[in-house]
Nanobody
Framework: EVQLVQSGGGSVQAGGSLRLSCATS????????IGWFRQAPGKEREAVSC????????FYNPSVKGRFTVTRDNAENSVYLQMNSLKPEDTALYYC????????????????????WGQGTQVTVSA
C-alpha cells in the first residue's frame, strides 16, 4: 500500500521557520518525483516545490524561492520542506504528493500529475 505520511507544520510568527516531513512507503522511492502543494482558504491549490531524483531537478514556486528548501533522503524514502522567513501569505494546508518519474529528472508542477497524496498539514503564519 502506497503511503505518504506528513508531519511538522504548526503556527509561527512572521519571519519564523517550520519544517515539513513526508515519509513514504509502498513504492520504489527512486522512481518517483515528490512535490509539495498548498491550498489556502478560498484559493486554488498551488505547487510549492517539487523534486525528481536529485538536486539537479528541483522546482520552486517563485513566491517561495530563496525561503523554502526541499531536500530528499533516498535512504529514508523521505522528503523535507524547510520553510524559512515565513510570511502570513504562506498560511495554508500543505500536502506532499508523488508521481512516477521512472528515475528521470522531471517533476510535475501540476496537481493532476500526481497519483498519491499525503494527508495534509496546516501551516499558520501570524503577522
Amino acid at each position: 500500500e502506497v503511503q505518504l505520511v506528513q508531519s511538522g507544520g504548526g503556527s509561527v510568527q512572521a519571519g519564523g521557520s517550520l519544517r515539513l516531513s513526508c515519509a513514504t512507503s509502498g513504492f520504489t522511492f527512486d522512481e518517483y518525483a515528490i512535490g509539495w502543494f498548498r491550498q489556502a482558504p478560498g484559493k486554488e491549490r498551488e505547487a510549492v516545490s517539487c523534486q525528481a531524483r536529485d538536486t539537479s531537478s528541483i522546482f520552486y514556486n517563485p513566491s517561495v524561492k530563496g525561503r523554502f528548501t526541499v531536500t530528499r533522503d533516498n535512504a529514508e524514502n523521505s522528503v523535507y520542506l524547510q520553510m524559512n522567513s515565513l510570511k502570513p501569505e504562506d498560511t495554508a494546508l500543505y500536502y506532499c504528493a508523488a508521481h512516477y518519474s521512472g528515475g528521470g529528472f522531471y517533476c510535475g508542477a501540476q496537481g493532476y500529475e500526481y497519483t498519491h497524496w499525503g494527508q495534509g498539514t496546516q501551516v499558520t503564519v501570524s503577522a
